[in-house]
């Protein structure tokens, strides 16, 4: 059974009503990373790993939620919502932003589950709250836009879940389109897609199954050094608002005020935004090759400038790079600290490569990695 025939067959049995049915996707990001809270450009797509929700009005003041994956419920009240790191506080942040937009929300019954592995990084907390926005949305009729509830899951993130997260995940979550990456400019909020036919190369994600701990306090703490390296560069020049309108000449002038940590990071964020551009217009001249040399250099400054790789995925990617031409391009995916590594490998070498990496992998880290061949899917969306 898929995950939308589960839901829906277990709301029915639960609760005797037929519900709405929609299904929330996960995300890959091909490149750009930490660029979204910096203004700068993402080239994220929503896959077909996904959640799925069944959802109905319950003529209460109660929202019921059951997760099928975790085998655990939870209710809440609107008077009780609160902050924390369980899955049904991202549900209480995205009630709460309907509350603060004025919005009066009734009391729900829903079932959920899905396949989007968690921590792999690829936002499956981002696909929660969008796809219970956008159920609200609908149940409700509040007519709120797509940006909207990318915005409302984004405050549900940064202030129930505590991350000051940018808007790449929720954006692409709602904004995928079948067979196509969005380049997203995240600083108007506007977005072209990019038709991705890779023909004879596929998109595979290899898991490193690392999950880092703290991963959510260095994410705040990277967006800090930003921040700091904009406001020594602002006395400057004033029209900075962010790094996305700095160029490494601004940042040169600021070397003598700011950490070697603060200059280094803030370093890595202007050469992401520039070689995301860059990558687009690669990626738009069908030069795959180009693109996935991007993919390395992205990784690299991930890990040494960003400092938010780690072993595992390090070792990963330079397997990748010693493959030669059967694999265009790899790099760590997200946040950081492990997850997914993002590879474009030819699909007759498939194979060859996935045995090698299970190999190599095993042999230095005791554990297996796991692949996830992804399509490239529709957004958020209600199905009939
Ligand atoms: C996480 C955040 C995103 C983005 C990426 C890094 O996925 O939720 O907003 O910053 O990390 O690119």
Request: proline share 3%.
């Amino acid at each position: 059974m898929t995950p939308l025939q589960s839901v829906a067959s277990l709301f029915k049995d639960k609760f005797k009503k037929e519900p709405l049915l929609v299904v929330a996707p996960g995300r890959i990001n091909l490149i750009g990373e930490h660029t979204d809270y910096n203004n700068g450009f993402v080239m994220p797509a929503a896959v077909d790993k996904h959640l799925a929700f069944a959802v109905a009005p319950n003529d209460t003041d109660q929202f019921n939620f059951y997760s099928l994956d975790f085998n655990e419920s939870f209710s809440f009240r609107l008077s009780e919502l609160k902050a924390g790191g369980h899955w049904s506080n991202y549900m209480m942040g995205v009630a709460d932003g309907f509350k603060d937009l004025g919005l009066s929300l009734a009391g729900i019954d829903c079932v959920f589950g899905g396949n989007i592995p968690t921590g792999a990084g690829m936002s499956s907390s981002a696909a929660l709250c969008s796809g219970v926005g956008f159920a609200f949305n609908e149940l409700f009729h509040f007519n709120l836009t797509r940006l909207q509830l990318a915005k409302i899951a984004q405050r549900a993130e940064h202030e129930f879940a505590g991350v000051r997260c940018g808007i790449m995940d929720q954006y692409a979550s709602l904004f995928g389109q079948s067979n196509s990456a969005l380049l997203l400019d995240c600083r108007s909020l506007q977005h072209e897609y990019l038709p991705i036919n890779f023909q004879d190369v596929e998109i595979l994600l290899i898991d490193t199954k690392v999950k880092h701990e703290l991963a959510s306090s260095a994410y705040n703490q990277r967006r800090a050094a930003c921040e700091e390296g904009v406001s020594k560069i602002q006395h400057n020049k004033p029209s900075v608002q962010s790094l996305r309108d700095a160029d490494l000449k601004d940042l040169e002038l600021v070397r003598p005020l700011v950490s070697p940590d603060v200059f280094i990071k803030c370093q890595f964020i202007i050469q992401e935004i520039a070689r995301t551009q860059q990558a687009a217009q690669l990626l738009k001249a069908n030069d795959l090759i180009g693109f996935g040399k991007k993919m390395f250099a992205t990784h690299w400054g991930l890990s040494k400038k960003y400092e938010v790789s780690c072993p595992e995925s390090d070792f990963l990617v330079a397997l990748a790079e010693s493959f030669g031409s059967d694999v265009l391009g790899a790099r760590q995916m997200g946040g950081g600290f492990g997850g997914c590594t993002i590879n474009l490998v030819k699909k007759t070498a498939i194979q060859k490569y996935t045995a090698k990496v299970s190999k190599e992998y095993v042999a230095s880290f005791k554990k297996e990695p796991d692949f996830y061949s992804v399509m490239l899917m529709q957004g958020v969306h209600a199905e009939l």
